[in-house]
């Protein structure tokens, strides 16, 4: 009984570093974003939306990297662990892709004039939240158990194995449109200022602390449900 | 709309993002919490009798 | 080896067999091909849109839409008479249900396109018979991928409640590739491009069919678990 205290006294103090760490590197974002880094010339202030629609981008692609890994552990342990990996990185991978399409328009609008350009970053981020999405959906369709898990591990591999594909045929699908040559939504400009560079490492790294602490918070959660559930079924058993 | 108020709505959309998803987690997981307790109590009373 | 193949052709022997018989997956496919032009066609402003440029589009639509019937029906059947069971319990290999399973998949597939043609040639007025040989090689490339990831999916599918409608759902996104691919190579062949200029898209259908064919393999045995 006293290994289970001392364990959650260590999970609650890495708990309380973890959040102040995030909260710290939120704090250092946000005076990067509004006090420290300069105008962009030719975009002006909407450009600094930047600073969240890409670390947002990043974070998703590397939550869909965890997916794929913890799948392909699970597949071959066989260990609810890797699933409830999956599923919570899933999850928060689909929550950081949703910050980028909205991000996206918002970012777009007053720059080209309309809400939705089917570029390719955000044609890609629409491609992969789709798939995503129907990785949860699949999950919520099927009952508790290892054919939860085992299905949601082959859409998790299939699904980040084909990023890169869809990269490159969406990017030649929209080859023949002219790329607005500045910082836009879709890439980086010429030449991007060392604040500006710092600025968005700083954003990257509280985005990579968020990830984390929402990692732990939902894998808990899941932990929890589990332990909930076993505890009932033995009770019941035993009675 | 200006582009501080683009900016502000970007702001806006991704914090309320953040914070409410979080907060949802919090809460789900405090919930889960209070369940086990509850459980692991009740047996305890039970194996006590 | 031979076993192995024999198991293959074994399943698609029995797949077309019960077609033959029946005709209803065939029929139901070709049809609703036929009515999916028909609802674009339309759907569009045929004043302000040049029917030439959405052709190649909307036949991949109906090649989708079809093939996602076809693969629907495939596994449905299969559980509705308790073949899948029956298939698991026999010493076969997964490996080799799921190659039977795509492979008649595919041919379903191809016939039903090739029927289609003459219909296109017709509805949008293109000239097909100048690039056929070229225009059969692309369809075949991407409709291989459609297939190969279908058919995994499907199995996947056929045992959740929703199965219908999740198949679609889980495949459409992971097929963007292709479609893309398949489309953009099948209006520049129309408009007379060579297909040795559009090597790169042929190499990136391939390396999705490869990619995914490999997948399937590999995971096929996690799916079809009893």
Sequence with gaps: MSEELEEKEEDSEINWILWGLTVLAFSATVYAIFVYVPTEKQEGLVQRIMYYHIPSAWLSFFAFFIVFLSSILYLWKREREWDIYAQSSAEI??????????????????????????????????????????????????????????????????????????????????????????????????????????????????FTLLYFLLMGQRVRIEKMKDEIDQIKKERFYSN | MGQLGYLFAANAFVWAGILIYIVSLMKRNQALRRDLELLKETLEKDSDR | MKAYLAQIGTIIWKDVLSELKTKELFASMFIFAVLSILIFIFSINLSIVNANDVGPGVLWVAFIFSGTLGLNRSFTLEKENGCLQGMMLSPVDRTAIYFGKMISNLLFLSIMEVLILPVFMIFFNVDIISVLFSLLLVIFLGSIGFCVLGTLLSSLASNLKTREIMLPILLYPLVTPVVIGSVNMTSRLLAGEKLADMTKWIGLISCFDIVFLAVSIMTIDHILEE
């Design chain 1, 93 to 206: 991978g689909v929550v950081f892709c949703s910050l980028v399409l909205i991000t996206g328009p918002i970012w777009a609008k007053p720059i080209w004039g309309t809400w939705w350009v089917w570029d390719a970053r955000l044609t890609s981020t629409l491609v992969l939240w789709l798939i995503y999405v129907a990785y949860i959906m699949l999950r919520l369709q099927s009952d508790a158990g290892s054919m939860r898990a085992r299905y949601s591990a082959v859409i998790g591999i299939a699904g980040f194995l084909n990023i890169p594909i869809i990269h490159f045929s969406v990017l030649w699908w929209r080859t023949f449109h002219p790329k607005p040559k500045m910082i836009t939504p879709e890439g980086f400009g010429a030449g991007m200022d060392d604040s500006m560079v710092m600025t968005l490492m700083i954003s990257l790294g509280a």
